[in-house]
């Protein structure tokens, strides 16, 4: 196989792959063009996708906790998207392959686009955020382990919160051991415990760990990190969606309310007008 | 013919009643494509569970085996997509909790099929429908098309009336197909037990932010004294306060209430996605500008500390 996937012991090599988005900064305020065709992009800032953001802390810190390896960040974008790439390095992935396109391609496409990348860098782990908070569809990761025939482990997180010392100490919260990854999985009514066989796809919940922050140093290497390019003809992958987007509109706004001035009459409200208690 | 499959969603020997909302919108579309709805439920000592789907007027498949007993998206997808075939579905419908938005993709892989999640109402016209479904935190409403023969959508609960109960119909087995190498396993299930009700099914939730910098007490008082769920922020959640369980928000659970009480929240986008479908949503925090005020219908500006125990005590005194 020439492929490390016998973790037995820590000092194996891990070679993990990232999925990275460009998005719309989520802290904004999105609003439709007026003709729906798409959201209004004036002085709009763009970032990593925030869970991607922490699949690439959580592969640094396996990385990081197993002495060596790789981390690929890979991208599928815009000749833009390389500045989230950057960040990616910055924080310490070695290197990126960005899947150039130029129109928006659905989960489905970039699934296999990704598989494609993945045959061809053949890493021991795929992490991926759980959706990408543009267009907020949470498929990709699951789409790809299909694809790829390989096990998934969606929605990663710990057992224990953001701000225990486990978090502080930079704990990974994934465990790749003996040709394994143990997953902690956030799902309704609690948290499931999962193992799956190497290779293998996770996903990235908010609870998994608090990405760092790029250092100068690592500002500065980023610059110099390679970045491939490639194209979906490259991999040969046709990315016509299967689901288009139409049109856009803006959801129903809330009537303004009220403010009271004491709890007698939030309570009065609540019984007399709303008639909810 | 356009046959519609509903994946029942189930948890403790009970089914969700998320399901029936599924269903719902499941024949909302059948009623358009004039086809047939059915049911699927998966598991191990699932029987029951069936039979009480059916009660619902929908002929169900039943596949209950033990090497399905967890809902791994492995075994389940090969399982599902079983039944869409043998039923001839050219839908495949669930309601977006956690189990179908892992499971359902690898369906929608497997089956060459687009897949549409958290939709939230259809349009088109006739036969031709388009799902709307929220983007970006829910600050935009997309309409999309699915442009292959089979569909696959996860609907938001909230957006949907349950289903009501009707003349059983007929549960029969699902044999199980060959589940192949299977890489995952199931180790534990560490489940949230509440003595409360459950946030997407309560009439009432009371939800707890940042302001109470860690002390859900007035929170829990409140709702138990209202018979309400508990809800909370994602920072809540982070910080280890309360279960993962009680998100609200973009990536935590929808709800739609009666009634919304947010105790100490600002207001950020991703949590009221979760939140502004509520009938009546009341907020109280010590911040007069925090953005929750735009949103709410009573707003009281006060520390929640103060404020809760008051609460509490007028709501005693009729």
Known sequence: MGRAVALGAMEETVKILCGVKRVEDPDQKIKVNPDGSWIALDGINYKL?????????????????????????????????????????????????????????????????????VEREKPDLVILGRQAVDSDQGQTGQLLAEYLGWGQATFAAKFESLESEEEKAKKPGLQVQDGKVRVIREIDGGLEVVEVELPAVVTTELRLNHPRYASLPGIMKAKKKPVEELTPADLGVDVTPKVKVRKLSSPPQRKAGIIVSDVATLVEKLRNEAKVI | MSNVLVVAEHLNQSLKKSSLHALEAARQIAARTGGKVFGLVLGKGVGE????????????????????????????????????????????????????????????????????????????????????????????????????PLKVLTVRPTDFPPAQPGEAGQVRALELPDLGTIRTRFVEFRQVKSARPPLTEARIVVSGGRGTRGDFSPVEALADQLGAAVGATRAAVDAGWVPNDLQVGQTGKTVAPDLYIALGISGAIQHVAGMKGSKVIVAINKDPDAPIFQIADYGLVGDLFQVVPELQKALTGK
């Open chain 2, 49 to 148: 569970i069936a039979s009480e789907f059916a009660r619902y007027g929908v002929e169900v498949l039943v596949a209950d085996d033990a090497r399905i007993e967890h809902p791994l998206a492995e075994t389940w997808s090969k399982v599902v997509e079983k039944a869409a075939k043998e039923v001839s579905a050219t839908y495949i419908v669930a309601a977006s909790g956690s189990q179908s938005k892992d499971i359902l993709p690898r369906v929608a892989a497997r089956l060459g099929a687009g897949m549409a999640s958290d939709v939230m109402g259809f349009g088109g016209e006739g036969a031709e429908i388009t799902f709307k479904r929220p983007m970006w935190a829910g600050s935009v409403i997309g309409e999309v098309e699915i442009t292959t």
């Open chain 1, 49 to 117: 996708n925030p869970y991607d953001e922490i699949a690439v802390e959580e592969a640094l810190r396996l990385k990081e906790a197993h002495g060596s390896g790789e981390v690929v960040v890979v991208s599928i974008g815009g000749e833009e998207s390389v500045t989230e790439m950057r960040h990616a390095m910055a924080m310490g992935a070695d290197r990126g392959i960005l899947v150039k396109v130029s129109e928006r391609v659905d989960s489905d496409a970039a699934a296999r686009l990704l598989a494609k990348v």
